[in-house]
């Protein structure tokens, strides 16, 4: 059974920082497609960030600069660090991930943004 579980979230000031942690069980983590999204009230889901099974990563525009996202195969664990936070910024974070299929790797970000699992989100606050 697939999980993920999301962690860090918090209320903070602008200009401050956070780091977001998840961590995946239940599958074969090394090579997997994992990725940040995030979804404010009212608004449709964001692609916030996306890292592939060689580290390689992609940003939305919106956060390019500011936040960094990475891995640790070892701990089965992916993380954003989320640095000079704006009150845009606020909303539901939510880590996700597409498994390989046996030996064969997963398309990095997958089309359309079809990740097979989802976290239960943690909840980011920038207050001005």
């Known amino acids: 059974q697939v999980t993920l579980v999301e962690s860090g979230g918090g209320s903070v000031q602008a200009g401050g920082s956070l780091r977001l942690s998840c961590v995946a069980s239940g599958y074969t983590y090394r090579t997997a497609c994992m990725a940040w999204f995030r979804q404010a009230p009212g608004k449709e889901r964001e692609r916030v960030a996306v890292?592939?099974?060689?580290?390689?990563?992609t940003y939305a525009d919106s956060v390019t600069g500011r936040f960094t996202i990475s891995r640790d195969n070892a701990k089965n664990s992916v993380y954003l660090q989320m640095n000079n936070l704006k009150p845009e910024d606020t909303a539901m974070y939510y880590c996700?991930?597409?498994?390989?299929?046996?030996?064969?790797?997963?398309?990095?970000?997958?089309?359309?943004?079809?990740?097979?699992?989802w976290g239960q989100g943690t909840q980011v606050t920038v207050s001005s």
């Open positions: 890292i592939d099974g060689e580290s390689s990563t």
């Open positions: 996700a991930t597409v498994p390989p299929l046996g030996r064969v790797r997963p398309v990095c970000p997958p089309p359309r943004n079809e990740f097979d699992y």
